[in-house]
Nanobody
């Protein structure tokens, strides 16, 4: 069906930057919104940012001005540029995509990546 594979996580010092990538593959007809969520230890998964196929973005207040989402539609890939990272940004980051895919007809569903760990040291 559809797979989302994230990459780019790691360990960085406070104030540093990381760039996450998420590539979608499979029997994709189109991708509507793509986005990033994160889950810190002991906390619920929360929205970080989303980007629609029309170019509309939505950011959590905690990351506005520091994180930027972008996508390459030709590659079915979404990126998250994270600057001025803070220790409170430490979490597992998950990619999410709202996909129309083909399997004996067209089906719309949301998919999740496996997650990538981002750790920011103080």
């Amino acid at each position: 069906q559809v797979q989302l594979v994230e990459s780019g996580g790691g360990l960085v010092q406070a104030g540093g930057s990381l760039r996450l990538s998420c590539a979608a593959s499979g029997s994709i007809v189109s991708i509507n919104a793509m986005g990033w969520y994160r889950q810190a230890p002991g906390k619920q998964r929360e929205l970080v940012t989303t980007l629609t196929s029309g170019g509309s973005t939505n950011y959590a207040d905690s990351v506005k001005g520091r994180f930027t989402i972008s996508r390459d539609n030709a590659k079915n890939t979404v990126y998250l540029q994270m600057n001025s990272l803070k220790p409170e940004d430490t979490a597992v980051y998950y990619c999410n995509a709202d996909v129309v895919f083909s399997i004996a007809g067209w089906i719309s569903a949301k998919f999740w990546g496996q997650g990538t760990q981002v750790t920011v040291s103080s």
